[in-house]
T-cell receptor
Framework: GQSLEQPSEVTAVEGAIVQINCTYQ??????LSWYQQHDGGAPTFLSY????GLEETGRFSSFLSRSDSYGYLLLQELQMKDSASYFC????????????FGKGTTLSVSS | DARVTQTPRHKVTEMGQEVTMRCQPI?????VFWYRQTMMQGLELLAY????????DSGMPKDRFSAEMPDATLATLKIQPSEPRDSAVYFC??????????????FGEGSRLTVL
């Protein structure tokens, strides 16, 4: 079976930094993606790591350690609009035809 | 503005009725995915297609669910007969599968199904 574990909830205040961890056990692995979903909306793509290391995109960064089957999403300078659910997702094959999601982490940002 | 379009956005039906959800993927995308989202299970992969061919539908209850792509601009997910436990938001997503995956899918706004 496929298993992706991430915390169910995280809370933080505006301006802070928060890290959302993801550990995985899957039948295949070619990369780790992160998606954001606001309440009632569609999931939207944030980042993708195929190789070990840190990828930075503005206030968001994503990290992958393939040897540890572990990754994280780092959100800096938090804003109220960052309140949403964040999902890690494993790409099971190289062709990009199978993406398995974790159950998501709900981030609440307060002022 | 390219987007994945799903219909209906909301559907309320009674147990035992047939439900058909439709999806128009982004033009040029060659992979289409169906996901089901519930509070308990999160985003579950039901089925996916590449170049209109079904690659995997192991996530679907076979006795009642079926997924097809009659052409490149239309994907359908059918439930017959529907049951209350099928109540969920069903998302369609499309992507471009090449030799190297990018982990990026484009999701529609979802079809919220309620089975009474």
């Amino acid at each position: 079976g496929q298993s992706l574990e991430q915390p169910s909830e995280v809370t933080a205040v505006e301006g802070a930094i928060v890290q959302i961890n993801c550990t995985y056990q899957t039948s295949g692995f070619y990369g780790l993606s992160w998606y954001q979903q606001h309440d009632g909306g569609a999931p939207t793509f944030l980042s993708y790591n195929a190789l070990d290391g840190l990828e930075e995109t503005g206030r968001f960064s994503s990290f992958l350690s393939r040897s540890d089957s572990y990754g994280y999403l780092l959100l800096q300078e938090l804003q109220m609009k960052d309140s949403a659910s964040y999902f890690c997702a494993v790409l099971l094959n190289q062709a990009g035809t199978a993406l398995i999601f974790g159950k998501g982490t709900t981030l609440s940002v307060s002022s | 503005d390219a987007r994945v379009t799903q219909t209906p956005r909301h559907k309320v039906t009674e147990m035992g009725q047939e439900v058909t959800m439709r999806c128009q993927p982004i033009l040029g995308h060659n992979t289409v995915f169906w996901y089901r989202q519930t509070m308990m299970q999160g985003l579950e992969l039901l089925a996916y297609f590449r170049n209109r061919a079904p690659l995997d539908d192991s996530g679907m209850p076979k006795d009642r669910f079926s997924a097809e792509m009659p052409d490149a601009t239309l994907a359908t997910l059918k439930i017959q007969p529907s049951e209350p436990r099928d109540s969920a938001v069903y998302f369609c997503a499309s992507g471009l599968a090449t030799g190297v995956g990018t982990g990026e899918l484009f999701f529609g706004e979802g079809s919220r199904l309620t089975v009474l």
